[in-house]
Every structure is written in C-alpha cells, then in structure tokens.
C-alpha cells in the first residue's frame, strides 16, 4: 500500500540550478497539494491540483510551478533555485475534487531541498 | 487572516505522564480543526478532527475538544508512550480566498522518555 511517493528524499542544489519533485498517489484521489515546511512556520501551501487537469496558486507559489501530468502524479518545479528555497517539500493528496475542507489529507515522506 | 498558534516545543515527558498541547485558532466563521502527527521520517498523517464548536475528537488516546468560547483546540492524552514522541500540527479548515485550504500551526515536538 504505497499511498503517497515523493522523489527524491534528499537534494542539493547550487543557486540557479532548476530540478523537479516528482509525488504519485496510487488512492485514485482527486486533489493533489504540495507543502513547504520551515522551521517555526508549520506547512506553507504552495500550489495544489483540485482535480485533473487544474492547477491553482496556494500561499507561497512565487519561485514555483506545477504540472498534474494525470490523475496520479504532481510535480513541482524549481526552475532557478535559491536559498530561501531550503526547506523539506510535502506532497499531499485527498479524495475531494473542491479543495481540503474537511477532507482528510494523506501526505507522502518528503524532500528535504538545501539550496547553497 | 485565520491562523493557528501552539505552544512552542519541544515538551519533555516521562512515560506515563499526562500531556496537553496547547492551540488556540483565530478564525472568521466557523471552520474545522484538526490535529496531525508526523513521526520520525513520516508524513504528516491525521490524528483527530472537530467539526463544530463542543465536538470532542478522539483517536489513538488522544483526545480534543473545540472550544469556540476560548477558541481553542488543546490535545491531550492521559498516558503518553514512547511512541508518541513525534511532532504535532494543528489546523483548521479555511474556505476564503475561493477554496478549501488548510492552516497549519507551527507544530510542537513531543519527546517521551521511559
């Protein structure tokens, strides 16, 4: 029962480089989200899918794009990294097509992005 | 804006021993909250949720109240165990801006010692 699979686990990037995180869920969910954490922040919403196809800005999206290649997978773009960008990356996902609500949420395992 | 705020870790208890962890919300409306856990290397995953004011929401030994009065949302368990030691978020439900989002708190880390 895999659930949610982010890639890569770790990364290092240089400032400048671009990179992709890969997330797939395999619970036929409608609504995929990715989160930033840092450190006595909590988690950031930076973009999420509500449902095939769709993609809207979350809180943070500046620095960020996204692709819903199909229903199953939703990655996330650096396309010139910097060091504000350090931070663990969650992929999220849920069964309901309108946003989160009172949907629960299923999170993969992370990424953790060090951006030098 | 909605937001979140939780008492700062980490909390340091000893097997056994009773725990809260406090949250109190700031909030339009009436939305829905929720605690998540995330142990070592995981994922945040879903511990409990309330839906309106005086639902109490309970899994695993915990348990929460949603205290619309206080605004407030504290966990708490009787009777920690080693394997509770993880970091816990609280959030609420927060429908403006067009969609359904989730606010999360800053998160406390939980360390149980035997």
């Known amino acids: 029962n895999a659930g949610v699979t982010q890639t890569p686990k770790f990364q290092v990037l240089k400032t400048g480089q671009s990179m992709t995180l890969q997330c797939a869920q395999d619970?036929?969910?409608?609504?995929m989200y990715w989160y930033r954490q840092d450190p006595g922040m909590g988690l950031r919403l930076i973009y999420y899918?509500?449902?095939?196809?769709?993609?809207d800005k979350g809180e943070v999206p500046n620095g960020y794009n996204v692709s819903r290649l199909n229903k199953r997978e939703f990655s996330l773009r650096l396309e010139s990294a910097a060091p504000s960008q350090t931070s663990v990356y969650f992929c999220?996902?849920?069964?309901?097509?309108?946003?989160?609500?009172?949907?629960?949420?299923?999170f993969g395992s992370g990424t953790q992005l060090s951006v030098l | 804006g909605n937001s979140v705020t939780q008492m700062e870790g980490p909390v340091t208890l000893s097997e056994e021993a009773f725990l809260t962890i406090n949250c109190t919300y700031t909030?339009?409306?009436?939305?829905?909250l929720f605690w998540y856990v995330q142990y070592p290397g995981e994922g945040l995953q879903l511990l409990l949720k309330?839906?309106?004011?005086?639902d109490k929401g309970s899994n695993k030994g915990f348990e929460a109240t949603y205290r619309k009065e206080t605004t407030s949302f504290h966990l708490e368990k009787g009777s920690v165990q080693v394997s509770d030691s993880a970091v816990y978020f609280c959030?609420?439900?927060?429908?403006?801006?067009?969609?359904?989002?989730?606010?999360f708190g800053a998160g406390t880390r939980l360390a149980v010692h035997p």
């Open positions: 999220a996902s849920s069964k309901a097509t309108g946003g989160q609500g009172n949907e629960k949420l299923f």
């Open positions: 899918s509500a449902s095939e196809g769709t993609t």
């Open positions: 959030a609420l439900s927060d429908k403006s801006g067009g969609y359904n989002k989730l606010i």
């Open positions: 909030a339009t409306g009436y939305p829905s």
């Open positions: 309330a839906t309106k004011a005086d």
């Open positions: 619970m036929n969910h409608n609504s």
